[in-house]
Structures are given as structure tokens and as C-alpha cells.
């Protein structure tokens, strides 16, 4: 730390991303990385005649991602019975979806209003209020893990929710999500998908009919492409506005021109998506079956990874054996989850390496 | 403008990007772009098999660009005989250099103490500052657009300089900057270099013996890569251990898999860079020369840009004139800058068309 360092910093503590260790392969289960390539069609349109104008600066609204993603939003609604067009005016785009949650978290909060989660979510939302300085509220959770959305009344706080968990993996529905808003209209709701496409329904359907809600998602997870960061967010226009101000006063290039078209193709390549999510949820559930029997608890997840505990060691111990024997898994910090490891849903090779090697280390 | 928007942000007025019109194909000299393709060594190296593995994270910490950069600046101050190794503790990356800056604005004030830039810069330091609501101390250059470091003298604030400045292509000397930071040791000294590589020198060669100096600078100029988003900062370890703490509390896979290699390969690609900006050099003297013939004053730039005022019109309706003829230039809302348009150097093409028309339009 710099003596020059603003004392609004000092108590800062960062995120830690997981593991992207460059020491040895490991079978890489801890980071919910897809285990598919981008779809082949994303990887021929990212053509030598767009990687050579890139000395042109981005388009700043990168409207061709918008517009598939408002495109494909506008589709799955009306599949679900709700007539309602997104336009460029309810999307927005970022550098991954952690750009567009830290625009959230400034844009509506303050010192004296922060934002309220659910005690175990993603890891991301205290380190945001933490870095502006803005109350964090946790709030409890039951024992088995699932949320009691009526431990969200009397908060002032706006509220952000990872639907699924982005730990447990548990999934709360969007009829639950409708109550929440209905009762707290002077209050956002924040929904972020990264993990809702594995089995999920987007509160998406919720947009048309509810000014306080945004809905967050990425297309690191189930679109295949982590590496090309790129999130969104969807809401009212009026949201929408806000989140643009900010963006155009932090960083308004804030997306590259080879991911505008790798994301604006992924959106538009609904067979490929729903083709290797479809593999994700077999695999999944093939997971639970295989750690069910060898003893394991899991968690009843709804998304490409699940969080799994062995009474014969903690989460630590088991992380670090699996590690140790070329396997990486998430140990994740929390005190709830101390007995528990998160693990990423990859292909089914990875999955019978690891289902070995877990048998190896109970030594079964 | 939802009414969930913080106050704070009530009189934030965003920064408007040059114009990236979509409806006909203009002869674009509005935004600093290189008019040559990125170093065909980036485009080998941006291949089907790194394009193929995006559904992997990035590297958080960039290491393969971070150290490319290092490399680059270590025998940069070595030829210029001051002996300092950069490493990765010298240098973070950046999703453009905006990042960068907005990290170091937000790192490095607060509402007691903002910023001190010159009136005439990035028209983003402003805005960086009223996101951040911390006070922008506006310091008056002279009539001739030259900087009066003398100005700077008994502001407590911390300093950000555009060198050359982003928008008239004026230098200040590493000298008058040595000066500057031996002067103010308990205040920061950014210098934004974003256009030093058409002919000025980098100020990293201080940053061996100043602690309160950084270097900020883009790939977006002379290494051909605005639509990838690349930027930079060099300085202390105790400081780029700072910027880190943010980046790593807002984003911190901000660089996506396909710029962290291009960014290395043209870092690397130094006889690329070299050729492209002794071009670029060369075509902004051939401007300089036809313009004042037409009877223009155009400012001394060291830039890939110039600034130029004809007594015939002012800068307004020069632009308006060039961009009803298809050639776009860029007019700053600056009152001090209204008798002018800044021109970036393009092709020899590109510029003769930009010449003719201004004939045109003088009726000459």
C-alpha cells in the first residue's frame, strides 16, 4: 500500500477469483468454466478481417450485442406467454458481468443505504460495498441453505439475489421473485443469472411488468465464453439510463470489438446453447448420482456446478487431496461452508476422473 | 433517469466519445485511430486454437501481456542509460486506459482532495471526478495553449497531465517533469501518455528514482489496438500494489484471453511500431505544411493528431462543413477550443482527401 492512498481504502479486502494456477494441468473443476469451446460459429465469425480492424475503436453501445441479446430476451418471454419487445433501451453490456453489478452497486447505493444479500451468495457483492463504503447486510439463511424471502422485510436496503446461489447452487422460482417485488416497489431487486440457464427460468418475464427489477447474467457460463468477458443487464429504460450514465463516466469503450461479435453470435446460436446446457444438466445429475453413492450430501442444484460434503473429511481437506492428486475443485472460505467443496460441472471425462479420484482419497 | 438513481450522482454529466457514425462510410479522422492494421503478428497470434479455448477464464493477472509490457519499458530506459528492471510489480493492465485512470482517480482522491489537470486535457478527468464527486481543479494554461508548470505550485492536490495533451498535441520535456515531481514528493504526478510515441519521450525513465510518479498510456494509438482495449500504468510497486486492491474490488478479470495476447505480440513487435509511427510522424509534418499553405495555424503536436484554426471559419462549422462532405474531424465543445478541429494523422490518402476538401470548402 501507497502512503498516497485515499483512507476510504483501508479497510479494503479484494475479491479473490479461484485458482488459475499455470504450475501444472489439472482437471479444472473450480472456476464453473464451461467444458465446450465457443460455438463454431462464434469462432468463424471472429475472422482475420475483424482481428485486423482492430486498430478502429469499438462501437460504445455495441448495438449488435445489444440487439441479440434483446432479440433472444424478446423471444424467450413470448415462448412463456408474455408480449413484451426488449429494445436497445433495456439492455445494457459490460466487461464481464462484475462490471455491470459494480455499476448496480454505485449507482444505487449510498452511505447511508447499502445493499442487502443473502448471507452466502456470490462472493463479489461485500467486496463491492466495501469499496464504496456503503453498508453490506447479511442476511441469514436457513440451515439446509435455502432462502427465507420474508427475512427480506422491514430492510430499507435494496436487495441483489444470485438465482441460482452462486455457492449452494439452489434456485428460488420466479413466482417467489414476483413476490418480492410486488411487496418492495420503492425498493430494487436485483436477480443475477450467471448460473440460471442450467435449469432455471429467467425473471426476465418479470421485466415488462416491474420497474424495480434488473436481471443480471454473463455468457462466461453457459454460452462458453469466460474468456471473452462479457455480462449484460436487462431492465426498465429508466435503469437502463442510469446504468449507461455510469458507464459513459467510467469507461465507455467498455467492451472489445472481437467480443461484441463472439457475443452477439453466441446469443444468436440458440441450437449450440441449448444443445451443451442440455449436456450440463445430464452430466449434473450423473455427478449428484455418483457422489449420492459414495456417501456424499449435494446440494439440489440448478446450475453447472454443485456443492458436494463427505462426512469422512471437511471441505479443506478434501480440496487440498484432490489438488494434490491433479483435480481442482472451489474450497470456498465461508464458515457455513467449511464442510462442503464447490464443484464445476464439466464433461463427462473430467467427471469420471474425478468421481476416481474422490474414491482414491476415501480410499474405497 | 430511474428514481432509484443515488443522489450522488444527480449532476453527473458523462463523457461523450467521438463520433462512431454508423450511417455512411466517412474518411474517419475523429478519434486518434492508427490508419494501419494491428502488427500482423497479432494477427497470427490471435488463431483459431486461442479463439477456441474462450470458454476459459483469462488470466486475472495478465502475466504474458504484464510482462511484455515490462520487458518493453525496462530496455526503453536502459537505452536511455538509466538502468531499472520493470517487473510485473511495475505494471498493471487495463481494460483501456480509462480503467486505469478511473482506478487511480478513485484510488487517489477523495471529497477533500480531487484532482489538478490542466483546463485543457482528456475531457475525462473531469467527468472521472464528478463520478467520484471529488473536487477538479481546473489550472489555466496560456493563451497559446503551452502548460505554466509554475500553476501547479501551492495546489494540494494531486496532479494528472495528458502528455501530449489529448487535445492540442503540446509536450512537456521529462525534464520539466523531473522538476514537477522534485518539487511536490508528497503529491502524485500522473502523466497520461496515451500519445507519446509520435515523438515525445516516456516519462518511466523517472520512475526508478520517483515514487510519486505514474505512467499512464494505450495500446489504442500506436500499437493499432483501440478495439481490443488495452491500457497501462506503470509506477512503484507500492502503487500498482494499490491499483491492484481496486481492480481486484471492481473486476478483476478486466482483460479478456484474445487482448492479453494481441497486447503482448505488439508489444513485442517493436520494428512494427517503429515503422507504423515514423509514418505516422512523417504524414502529421506533410499536414503541418499543407495547412499552414492554406493559411491555417495548426498547433506544434507531438501527437498523432493535430490541431488546426483557419481564420475563414470557425471550428464548428469546419467540421460540419468536412462531415457534410464525408470527412470527419473532431470539434471539442471547449469555448477556448472553438476556433478550432482536431485532425488525427491518417493515412497519406486519407489526408490528401481531407486536404482537397478542405479546399473545397475554403473555396480555394
Redesign the interface.
Known sequence: ?????????NN?E????GE?P?DRRYV?LN?N??????SPK??EA?S?SE??????????TA?RLVESIAKYYTNYVKERGVDFEFTKDNVIVS??S??VL?FIF?????KDKGMACPEIGYGFYP??C??LNVPFVSVKINEDFSLDLAKFKGIRE?ICIANPNAQTGLYITVSDIKTLLSENKER?IIIDEAYCDFGGESAAVLIKDY??LIVVSTL?KSR??????IGFALA?K??I??L????????????????II?GSVAMEDVEYFNKTREVIIKNREYLKGALTALGFKVTNSKSNFILASTPKMGGKELYLALKERGVLVRFLSDELLKDWVRITIGSMEQLNTLINTIKEVLGE
Chains 1, 2 share one sequence.
Open positions: 500500500m501507497s502512503k498516497y492512498l485515499s483512507e476510504k481504502f479494503l479484494p475479491y479473490v477469483p488459475q499455470q479444472k472456476t468454466e464451461s467444458p465446450f469451446p465457443p462464434v469462432i471472429t482475420v482481428i485486423s480492424i482492430q486498430n478502429l475503436y469499438s462501437d460504445p448495438k466487461n464481464g462484475d462490471e459494480a454505485n449507482a444505487y447505493t449510498d467486496v463491492f466495501s469499496s435494496n430494487l420497474p424495480n462466461s462458453q465464453l469466460a474468456g471473452a468477458r426498465s429508466e435503469i439510463q442510469d449507461n450514465t455510469l458507464k459513459y463516466s467510467f469507461n465507455p469503450y467498455n467492451l472489445n470489438r472481437l467480443s463472439a
